[in-house]
């Protein structure tokens, strides 16, 4: 008693899969950028890149912004730089705020010793409720990289008192509807604190915030060995499942390709997503990329990564449930596990193929990307010109 | 302005450190047991360990009891057994279910798909909570084996619900002032999930049960790099902290002795332990050793695992937390993370000397210990002697 | 330019899986174990499972041995035994010293600081370097429990003196054509130090011993984000790759399934085995599984074992070598990567199930086994009666 | 039979410490740079600050270069730089060449696929060794920023046969006397291949090209839960050992200063190291420090560095070696462990103060350079004046 065919086309033809901003711009690492020649320079340019992959891919209606990377021109306004977005054929995404590059920010935002910088710190979240207000963005996304490197260096507890009151600022400006996703991260760039380390302590700060305030999961975020499809499971019973940030990583946090380096892991955070909703689509929560690229083409980064995702939400939406409910009841612990890995081994290329196809995509949105002249003609355009404005970066 | 000599002593005395009585048996790893001669054979022998451990260092008032392991011999009362140990010197404390052991219990036991198996487990949290009340221990300690070693074997969110249903009924037959303090760690014996795998889980389990329930932090139980005194202060704040079992790792749950690979770690936790309660003591919380000791001889392991406890106490106290609150204010951040280094770089051991004399116990009780020809004599007594009831087994 | 189905199943058909003896035993983990109904008592039973495995899949002709856990019970000798074996249709292959269960041994084996009890190992590697000569084994595998618990317990170099020295003596009692291949793990039982802890230790001592020395990759004994397919391809380089013992983990050691947790590393595996060999079959080392299973039917367990190598196998041998070299050669980091995604995302299920059948097995072997009313009767049947001759044990 | 207080001086004296000129200059995290005020700015500046730190420490009479970060300014010669460091009571120290910079190094240095950038990084090596003859420094430090990101996106065993040939070039070019330093690192730039991530690979390596090349272990460039101590102990062993990266981290390679995540551990690596020598003095190997600092003062951060070393080894030295081989010969493993922890508890803050005033040094370097007025002052002319002569940049 699997889905049909069709039914998992449908299911694919309505999961969203937000677009990061900055996963168009140049990005590296600690050592240094390796710019990419036609990378996204500006909002416009990134806008138009999302607009490309979604073209592409029909999965992608959304762009998330990133504040103050992507903030209209002088002289632009919000509704100016949403219609931009619309002629292109997308609409603007969550609000990412930025509480990490500015000089104050030395020793942490919400959480920094000095009040002042904390003011400031409220006023940006308070900035970015207000844009999201504005642009009809369903949520804010709050990653912060508030810790410390010492023990001593600050108190952890006044700092957890500060996390809350601070927050609680920007999240009072929140319009009706609108979510504060609250990520957490066990490491960088705080070494030995960082001040939502995990997946609990964002939910106990959530459930000081109110209702609107809900967990987001970074799948690059976790510590060695850590089982994230449990984590999953546990905040969609509790439901403070907010959505994802997906990535992925052998070590350390290095925003690779979602499902690059463990596909089977981000197949089993499907499986947990559909059997803690309906049986037959993935928990209604955001799902965003949230990659850097400082060696791949970005375009093609960013195709690859929806391919991934829709693969292993294909896959785990032909798990045979009746089936395997059946053989967990009964104890069967290899005949369960193997309905798993069943669903896990079929090649679903083709069916993804098709559902593009139903949609007017090209059944290979890759190739075709490598293939296109005037995509190549657009990034030598890019090169030979001045940018529209500003905004530059790198994502959590 | 850091305490006296006085008042580091005063609060050292005032630290009571519960040892295991699983920690006096022969235990091992999955390779094997390797017999210490002399090891305690029965619940009496491991009181009369206990007993000696607290006459050497004065520091050990009680004794954790596992069951069905520490059970009363058949013929004999609870009463009876409290009164054996009061001859000894020690009481009994915190009362362990064994919810692993048994053949039902191989895929699970409060998380078990089979309603038959959570009625067993339901029934020995409900037996364990009695006793506590009969015997006036202050907690239940439940720490699950339940998980999966694969994924698909069973539902996760649908163990979880078992979880909190079966805990329930043991819950609810705490006595009034009871708190059951539960226990998390990330895998073994699952190696694919743990049900209660992380402190986040564990507290939202404790706030599905009440204001009892309590999470207790084993330091051996997290992922390679968790800052554990992180989630000490956020317990803290949260008033979720129920208590310690302490061991120390450098890998993997291997209960090595508190404090023998990182004592810089164990030294941060009370830190955290002070800074969260008065700036003058630790939280009054339970301390309880955990260890199993596959190599070391049993009474020596526990007598250095109380040394090693109070010394990173000792240096805790002396941190001189005014001088190093105005540092943090003024990020500082070299100033202030020196300030802690330099108490733990004191040496403490004259002043925990001092302390045990102040007690009439004695300076050195290692040296003491190993001198003990009554204790030697003991131990061979014990080789040549039936023992007077069952009850071995190992810790979590 | 990829290989034909039919070079794969020609590939796939010479690839022989060696089974553990250890695998059809009841093990678990330290916390008890769970005794399987029917589990074979000795290695009479073992040798039986082994060989259905075998009849099964067609790729098992050979049984690893623990000695002594699988010596020939009193009054038989090797040749009886390997009789037998070839009458149930298979041979014995790797000899497998214990040096790790005798209580003598609780402080190490070849490192141990008393030379009493050094020379009690160096003659135990000697009998089993006599046995594999005996009954025609190509291989002794060192898997050593030796290490360390605390630091200052032992020298760590004048142990690896002992290990030098003491080895070399067993060496020196192999056959020629024999090889002692040397395994790694990076923990457990020993806790502070193992002494061999990790593949350039392993290395260092096979160049010591001499040129019938080569390293063993057990998948399961690296540290938390190490790329073994790197290991393999350098190993493969030096010429001292000696095989595998293929086992799958999470966290810690946990011998689950090779391929369970992880699949997407066992094909990167057989890649870098592939790639360093001849570009059209794997390198011809030795492919042991080593699983010891606390949870899992035992011969299911195997059988499903095998399916996985062979799964990771056929996708590694379906990779267009010739395109990925050249989109290597020009510096196509997606363009790489994704031709080796394609391989595996291929399903081989067909083609493994027309493997098996041209060999006249079972297209779906699992699936004929939990159907087999005579295997169903069997382990009832041992059940009922004694057991031939002991042996029980647990691998590393 | 321990060390008398005045041979730890004496041996404390004779250990130099090695300071990075990277660790004046600002630096910071893939997030960004947060400069300090009146940071080093040019060589000139690191080595007034070197001098600065050795003045305080009498520790570190050299200065290690990044190249071409710290190249003379055009129209200086080496031999002018040089006497201006010997101008400020320093030297010039090892050389390290720069291979991840430039925009051709995005897919390797010496392990590119293409030749033409494997001639350029050879190039640089040569250029290196050169250099390293002409100032007089003994080592060239060689690490790679070399890996790949994703699986496929280079052929791992041919990268291994370019690093192999191209390292050999500049070995070549090494003047006698001179050695290379083989570094390795688990990750980071690379995430999913790192071309020397474990000291095996670079212990093989250094075979390959000769005896003049050795293993540089980097104390945070290891897996978790690694036991570097007993790296050293076997490089020591195999005559392999050439010096040390000394910083520390948590989790990932965050250059945090050395010993403050972990002071036990640096404890162990020197005992290991005296133990391996002659069990009086640390082996003549490099001790450097490799640190780049984002938050903290970075002079500040070099004397704590110098004085966290001097800690451990001063207790290492403390150890009474006689008495440990006793227990350890006589399987005690607690009273073996005990010794270790007992030196380790020792407080030697003052007899490190006292061996700094036997050179005439101020007994609390970290206090005075806090006090300095003149040292204040030379930060704020720094702000005010322009740069003599370009080098940025961040260590591995």
Redesign the interface.
Known sequence: MTMTDAQVRAALQSLPIELPSWGFGNA?????V??ETGAARDVFEKIEDAALVHRLTGACPTIALHIPWDLPPAGMDWAALAAFAQEQGIRLGAINPNL??E?EY??GSVCH??PAVRRKAAAHLVECAEIAGIVGSQQVVVWL?DGT??????????R??RLKETLAEGYAALTPGVEMLVEYK????G????DL?????A??ICQHLGPQAKVLVDTGH??????I???V??L???KRLGGFHFND????D?D??VG??????LF?IF??LI??NDGRSAAPVSYMLDQSH????KV??MV?SVLNVQ?AYAKALLVDRAA??ER????D?????????DA??????PLLAASREELGRPADP?CVL?GDAAFQESRRTREATPARAGGGG?G?
């Open positions: 590296g690492t600690r050592f240094g390796f710019p990490f590059q000089r030395m020793l010793p000095d990289a490197n010492y023990p001593g260096q600050d108190d952890i507890r006044a957890r008192g066990m490491f960088e760039p070494f030995y604190t960082t380390p995990d997946w609990g302590t939910y106990t976790h510590a060695q060995g850590t089982n499809e449990f984590i499971a546990t969609l019973d509790e990583r052998r070590y350390a290095d690779l390709i690059s380096a463990n596909p089977f892991q089993l499986h947990e059997n803690g400082s060696i791949e083409p093609e980064a690859l693969t395997l409910a967990q009841a009964a104890g612990v290899l005949g369960a596990h193997t309905i798993l890995r896990y081994e079929t090649d679903v290329r890759l490598r790198l959590s």
